[in-house]
């Protein structure tokens, strides 16, 4: 069973940054995508930030120039730059890990940011 622990959330100012931590039971190397989701209450999870093989990213619109998405194949750790953030950032951010038919989550963290 592949597990997946985020870290890194937290609470911050409007214009500050915070990094996001997924940490992978296994190596990670050889998952086809992995990614970043968010969640706000009442709100569907939506796709944050993508990161496939072949160091190909991709990014939802209102991130894009100030979150950055990268792995570390060594640490089996995917994370997520976040920078100049805004209160609609705010969200419990997810990580998401895809091996074929297979599709792993993590349990969340809690990301606000104050105006």
């Known amino acids: 069973q592949v597990q997946l622990v985020e870290s890194g959330g937290g609470l911050v100012q409007a214009g500050g940054s915070l990094r996001l931590s997924c940490a992978v039971s296994?190596?990670?190397?050889?998952?086809?995508?992995m990614g970043w989701y968010r969640q706000a209450p009442g709100k569907q999870r939506e796709l944050v930030a993508g990161?496939?093989?072949?160091?190909?990213?991709n990014y939802k619109d209102s991130v894009k120039g100030r979150f950055t998405v990268s792995r570390d194949n060594a640490k089996n750790t995917m994370y997520l730059q976040m920078n100049s953030l805004k209160p609609e950032d705010t969200a419990v951010y997810y990580c998401?890990?895809?091996?074929?038919?297979?599709?792993?989550w993590g349990q969340g963290t809690q990301v606000t940011v104050s105006s």
């Open positions: 998401n890990a895809k091996d074929g038919a297979f599709s792993s």
């Open positions: 296994r190596s990670i190397f050889s998952f086809g995508f």
């Open positions: 990161s496939a093989r072949g160091a190909l990213t």
